[in-house]
């Protein structure tokens, strides 16, 4: 018997019992998908509200959305979205009265403190936006970096909604002169007796990234829950997710990149072998990347003679993705995708479809996809030490099979 998994729902695939999986002829997949379970860590309490059929816990401050969990229709779900402290979250107590959090914002004409509530007295803006972390992908590094094995749940496609960076600069008199980057500072309380600089979440990106950046208090229509950086985050369109600064306390205008280690030696591409310094690049504009989410080789073996929606999300970091290929036959032979749903922006995700009829065999499904500006997904991971930035197309293809 062959059964197109993908027609069943996912919430009896994944939580279904073995009897039910037997019943459905899923015998084989139910092993795995039982081990899996047995295996599967409780979600940590303070995102306790999460769905947690669509999560990986890897740990108690890190997440992966399931790959097989990503849908069709453009936005990830809060309860779904991956999650990565780099540090605890801090205390709940701050989101008690959100409008009260302040943010310091420095390196303007007239630098002071601003509550929430100020902020959404002078702007207001939404945009939507790939948050994606840079490490997403690293787990397909044969290297096996230190670090999260992210796939491909480390990043969600998120509407912000907050006041423009912008609007706020000019209400306190613009930028100083001769300040070349936007420093954000995360508002953890850091442990005593260790060196903050050494600990602390503070990152630099070009000053320009905030003619479309946000100070962000609600997402996917709510408050930004605690665990996404609530009451107020930094949203930097384009940029990799540790660039989006969780409970910011302070936004600053700097002349020089921030000097905390996480700036200076964290997140730098660095050779394989090597260490992190301030000589390499950073980790900064995401680039032009897609992925198939369905059909998975965990979706089992597909009906012969009846046709594959083969689907997925496409991106392309500070420049909007222009189009998807498909291949069927692991990269030999490429086919336009279509793009379908609603345009959101430059900045967010688009979801693709390419359908097939596939005879009886085995298949190795990949997606490559462009942005306006030219680029194309490359086939191969550019090697780092720690696992950054993979976009490889190969590494993100997917193997099924048809009988
Ligand atoms: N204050 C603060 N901001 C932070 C982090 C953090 O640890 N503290 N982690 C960063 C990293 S590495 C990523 S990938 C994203 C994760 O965002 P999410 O947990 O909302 O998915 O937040 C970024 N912003
Ligand atoms: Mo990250």
């Given amino acids: 018997m062959t059964v197109a998994l993908t027609s069943l729902p996912r919430r009896r695939l994944l939580t279904g019992s073995a009897a039910a999986l037997a ?50 229709s453009g936005i990830t779900p809060s309860n779904q979205l991956y999650l990565r402290n780099n540090l605890p979250a801090p205390d709940a107590t701050i989101v008690a009265d959100r409008d009260a959090w302040e943010v310091t914002v420095a390196g303007v004409k007239s630098p002071r403190k601003l509550t929430v509530r100020e902020l959404k007295t002078l702007g207001l803006e939404t945009v939507t936006m790939v948050l994606q972390c840079s490490g997403n992908g690293r787990g397909f590094f044969p290297s096996k970096p230190s670090g999260t094995p992210w796939t491909v749940g480390a990043a969600g496609c998120v509407v912000w909604s907050g006041v423009p960076v912008r609007a706020v600069v ?29 600990i602390m979440v503070e990152r630099s990106v070009p000053a320009a990234a905030m003619q479309d950046a946000l100070l962000a208090w609600e997402m996917n229509g709510e408050p930004i829950p605690l665990a996404h950086g609530g009451p107020l985050r930094l949203i930097v369109p384009g940029y990799q997710g540790v660039n989006n600064i969780k409970y910011i306390k302070q936004l600053a205008f700097t002349a020089q990149e921030s000097d905390a280690k996480i700036m200076s030696h964290g997140y730098r591409m660095s050779p ?33 003679g009846g046709t594959v929606q083969i689907q997925g999300v496409a991106f392309g970091g500070l420049h909007a993705v222009k189009g998807v290929e498909v291949s069927i036959d692991g990269g030999k032979t490429w086919q336009k995708a279509r793009f379908i749903g ?49 976009t490889s197309w190969a590494d993100h293809a997917v193997k099924v099979t048809v009988a």
């Fill in 23 to 72: 019943g459905a002829g899923l015998a084989s997949w139910s092993q795995g998908a039982l081990a899996q379970a047995a295996a599967a860590k409780p979600l940590p309490a303070y995102v306790g509200w999460k769905n947690a059929s669509d999560v990986i816990v890897h740990s108690s401050t890190t997440l992966e959305t399931k790959r097989s969990a990503f849908g069709t």
């Fill in 342 to 390: 609603p345009d959101m922006g430059k900045y967010a995700w688009r979801q693709f479809v390419l359908q097939a009829r596939l005879p009886a065999g085995t298949y190795t499904l990949a997606s490559r996809a462009t942005d306006t500006a030219g680029n194309v997904q490359p086939e191969t991971r550019g090697e780092n030490q720690s696992g950054y930035n993979n």
């Fill in 170 to 198: 000019e209400s306190l008199g613009g930028v100083s002169a001769g300040m070349r980057f936007m420093t954000g500072t995360g508002g953890e309380k850091l442990p005593e007796g260790i060196d903050p600089k050494s």
């Fill in 272 to 304: 394989p072998g090597g260490k992190g310094d301030p000589s390499q690049p950073s980790v900064q504009e995401m680039s032009v990347k897609s992925w198939i989410n369905s059909p998975l080789p965990e979706s089992g073996t597909l009906a012969a």
